[in-house]
């Protein structure tokens, strides 16, 4: 990569859980996953600090809610972990996120250290209330993870979801503190919109969008089912920069292949 000048953006965990620590500690749900964490991230800032300077905490962070053992090496099944279970692990994960943000200025303050989240921008089915009401309930469960790294500090609308749920966090001593070491930007993957409703059993189920959702009956459909939203981009992308403020970076978008051959996706950023 130097040979030709490129400049490496390295992710720090990429749905990598080590098996063991799946197996002996249940992945993010156990707090002492943040020592572990810091303690690789520790030695590879070390090592690469010389010959990286772009750094990702974690891959698709908000996708634990989403895919708990892929993400979060959360071992217990979907349908046994409760919420107190899975946003306590959340909880562990962003503290671990900001804690090796901050060890990372600290070794090289030149490091610039971003989270990356799931993009997926959501539609109303229509223009009821409550169909729109839905729209923001849906997407808030993947701000709280940007808004916590940009801003460092959990948003009041996850607090009233909480409270409205029965999940009470554990913070320990010093987590309000480690959580205000932000990130320096943003990055994101972005495959695909949803769309959604107040009341969803009334609508046709997307079985190929990663979320699942209700068929939204103006786009057109990939191989897999996938919506295609370019649009959906260019809202994730204003969106995001009227939010925080912060530089942003496309950093997943659409599979590779064997070859460069990417009229469809060309076809697709003259669309954005």
Known sequence: MAKYNIEPLVTLSHYEMPLNLAREYNGWTNRKIIGFYENYV??????YKDKVK?????????????APFMLGGI????????????????HHELVGSASITKIGHEIKPEFKIGCMVL???????????????????????NYLFS???????????????FKDNGIEIQFSPGDDEILKNTVNFI??????SEATAHNPEDYKVVKGN???????????KSEWGW?????????????????????????????????????YRMITFKNT
């Open 75 to 90: 071992a217990t099944p979907m349908e046994g972990l409760s919420k107190q279970e899975l946003y306590q692990a959340v």
């Open 54 to 66: 772009y750094w990702l905490t974690f891959n698709e962070v908000n996708s634990v809610l989403h």
């Open 147 to 161: 808004d916590i790294h940009a801003r460092g500090k959990y948003p009041n609308y996850i607090k009233y979801y």
């Open 210 to 220: 990663i979320l699942g959702g209700v068929e939204n009956p103006y786009l057109e």
């Open 187 to 192: 990055s994101f993957s972005y495959a695909m």
């Open 227 to 263: 919506a295609i939203d370019p649009i959906g981009l260019r809202l994730v992308l204003d969106d995001f920069y009227d939010r925080y403020q912060l530089p942003l970076f496309i950093v997943e978008n659409g599979p590779d292949g064997p070859t460069v051959e990417d009229d």
């Open 119 to 141: 993009a997926m921008p959501a539609y109303g089915m229509t223009a009821t209330p409550l169909d729109q009401l839905a729209v923001p309930e849906f997407e808030n469960q």
């Open 42 to 47: 520790r030695t590879v800032f070390k090592r």
